[in-house]
């Protein structure tokens, strides 16, 4: 069973910079797809990045695409999110998640099979 812990959320400006971590339990990202995910007050929540294909393969959601940046340090067995350019928008509680790696693409909750807690992110105008 994967554990999964968030860090590093908290309050930014607009415009600002913040990086998200996920620590996992052992080290399964050799075998695990990881996604980030992210849920507002009163919306569902909705996919924002993964990495894939033993750590080869990213994809983004178009709302963050060339602001936010997934990778990975093995060493630590830690998901990070960089986030640049942050919008008010982007204010929601970030989860991480892990779901047996394959080779194609995951951006569906119903995808994943291990959650983390979340971690909150606020974005002020």
């Known amino acids: 069973q994967v554990q999964l812990v968030e860090s590093g959320g908290g309050l930014v400006q607009a415009g600002g910079s913040l990086r998200l971590a996920c620590a996992a339990s052992g080290r399964i990202f050799s075998s695990y797809a990881m996604g980030w995910f992210r849920q507002a007050p009163g919306k569902e929540r909705e996919f924002v990045a993964t990495i894939y294909y033993s750590g080869l393969n990213t994809y983004y959601a178009n709302s963050v695409k060339g602001r936010f940046t997934m990778s990975v340090d093995n060493a630590k067995n830690t998901v990070y999110l960089q986030m640049n350019s942050l919008k008010p928008e982007d204010t929601a509680v970030y989860y991480c998640?892990?779901?047996?790696?394959?080779?194609?693409?995951?951006?569906?909750?119903?995808?994943?099979?291990?959650w983390g807690q979340g971690t909150q992110v606020t974005v002020s105008s």
């Open positions: 998640a892990a779901v047996s790696d394959r080779p194609y693409v995951r951006i569906r909750v119903s995808e994943y099979d291990y």
